[in-house]
């Protein structure tokens, strides 16, 4: 998996969750260990009070007055050596009585056991710390009193619970995992919309699409119809920029016929020489604005794709209609399937000029093919015209080229052509045919959508 970049939403949830998760079991294992460990240590307490009570019960005395058991204690334990459970039984001037588990030399404290009331506390033993109880009760013949000891070490309440915490720690880990790893999906859950959200800015962006329109989460939907309505402003100033520039343009050329005429008028009297150059400056700028017209129309540059085949087809037959009366023929080859990435309106606009001119200076065919080139689609447009010397050709392609005057034309169409190749990463090139025979070949060639 991926890891989170630094400021992502992404980083900020897991820290969060770390922490929150983090102190949240710290919180579980602390409470739930010292609650064990009460319960534990209180069932202790419990069984030792119990024990002390049936030693005291089991308790006779034999005829000389020396305390002796009528039975072992019910609990074996009280019978190992170094078991950790005792008992210890004491009567002024007689010998003391104590349990096997004490060993010979064995002995508990009998400190706590001078009172009829039970009394405890944590007390040194034989092996190691115990928890020791003791009482006092008056014996039975009257004689001195009988003093009662039980001791358990403290260590076998230590293990219970020290069992209990691993088992605990374990367990909480267990579920430390589980719980980071649901988090971690759900997170990539919740988050799915934004992803998709970059990818729908990323299709307006291509041109696939004109908005991100309104599927989204309630949270989301605002940023949403902002970023829509901000895309509509911004396609509503550029419309009315061009519009703009069209007004403009045409009140420029207006202007500038009327110029170009008065000044056709005075070239033929004295100051006929400057006529002629105010004349070649008024051409020059009615090209500028032809070409700086057509460029604003083109507009920005759009994302797209166009379906070579399906687009081809009513562009040719347009172009045969416009040609009809010369009787050039015009012929489409059709290709393989191929999508190519660029605007339909920029991709018909290409290809029209392209056939505009072959239309124009073949003799009697013009020729439409196309193929896929590496990861480009390429339309060659043959014509049997008297072609265009080798030379020549690069120059063509400025605004307002032309080799021959005398055919109508404003020498814009292949500047046009390429400028709107060149926006896709295309191009356009003129070649020789390959059958060696008289024409051109004017060839487009188009990235492929991916
Ligand atoms: N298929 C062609 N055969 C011969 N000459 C061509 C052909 N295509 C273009 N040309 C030459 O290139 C010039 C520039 O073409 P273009 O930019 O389309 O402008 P226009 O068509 O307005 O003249 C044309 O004037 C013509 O001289
Ligand atoms: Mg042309």
């Not at 119990?50 to 000389?64: C, G, I, K």
């Not at 050596?81 to 404290?109: I, N, T």
């Not at 994302?303 to 399906?310: D, I, L, M, S």
Request: proline share 6%; glycine share 10%; charged share 20%.
């Amino acid at each position: 998996m991926r890891l989170p970049a630094r400021g992502s939403l992404r980083l900020r949830f897991l820290a969060g969750l770390l922490a929150w998760v983090g102190l949240g079991l710290l919180l579980v294992g602390l409470g739930a260990s010292r609650l064990f460990h009460a319960h534990v240590e209180a069932q202790f307490h419990d069984e030792l009070e119990v024990h002390l009570e049936e030693l005291a019960a089991l308790t006779r005395l034999d005829s000389e007055g020396r305390p002796v058991l009528e039975r072992p204690l019910s609990d074996p334990r009280y019978a190992i050596p170094g078991s950790g459970f005792y008992w210890q039984v004491e009567r002024h001037g007689r010998p003391p009585l104590r349990s096997p588990s004490l060993g010979p030399a064995g002995r508990l404290d009998p400190e706590l056991a001078h009172q009829p009331e039970i009394l405890h506390r944590l007390a040194p033993g034989p092996t190691g710390p115990t928890m020791t109880y003791g009482v006092m009760r008056k014996a039975a013949d009257g004689g001195p009193d009988l003093h009662f000891v039980i001791a358990t070490d403290r260590r076998h309440l230590d293990s219970v619970v020290g069992a209990f915490d691993a088992d605990l720690a374990r367990w909480l880990g267990l579920l430390a995992v589980v719980l980071l790893g649901s988090a971690l999906l759900l997170l990539a859950w919740t988050l799915k919309p934004l992803d998709r959200l970059a990818g729908a800015v990323a299709r307006v962006r291509s041109g696939a699409a004109r908005r991100v329109g309104a599927d989204w989460p309630a949270e989301i939907r605002p940023l949403a119809a902002e970023l829509d309505e901000a895309l509509a402003a911004s396609e509503a100033r550029v419309a009315r920029a061009r519009l703009e520039a069209g007004n403009l343009a045409h009140g420029l050329r207006t202007s500038l016929a009327i110029l170009a005429d008065e000044a056709e008028d005075l070239m033929r009297g004295p100051a006929g020489a400057s006529a002629a150059a105010v004349l070649g400056q008024c051409r020059t700028m009615a090209r500028q604005l032809d070409w700086h017209l057509a460029r604003a129309r083109a507009g920005a540059p759009r994302g797209g794709q166009t379906e070579v085949g399906a687009a081809i087809v009513p562009i040719v037959a347009a172009m045969a209609r416009l040609h009809g009366q010369r009787s050039v023929s015009f012929r489409l080859e059709p290709g393989p399937a191929a999508v190519a990435a660029i605007d339909t309106e920029d991709f018909a606009e290409i290809v029209s000029n392209l056939l505009d001119n072959a239309g124009k200076w073949a003799r009697a065919e013009v020729t439409t093919t196309w193929a896929l080139e590496g990861g480009a689609v390429a339309i060659a447009v043959t014509d049997d015209g008297p072609g265009i010397p080798p030379a020549a050709r690069e120059g063509l392609f400025a605004p307002g080229a032309r080799l021959d005057e005398q055919v109508p034309g404003h020498g814009l169409g292949l500047a046009i052509a390429q400028d709107l190749a060149l926006r896709v990463g295309g191009a356009v090139s003129l070649d020789d045919r390959a059958d060696g025979r008289s024409g051109l070949v004017a060839r487009v060639t188009l990235p492929v959508a991916a």
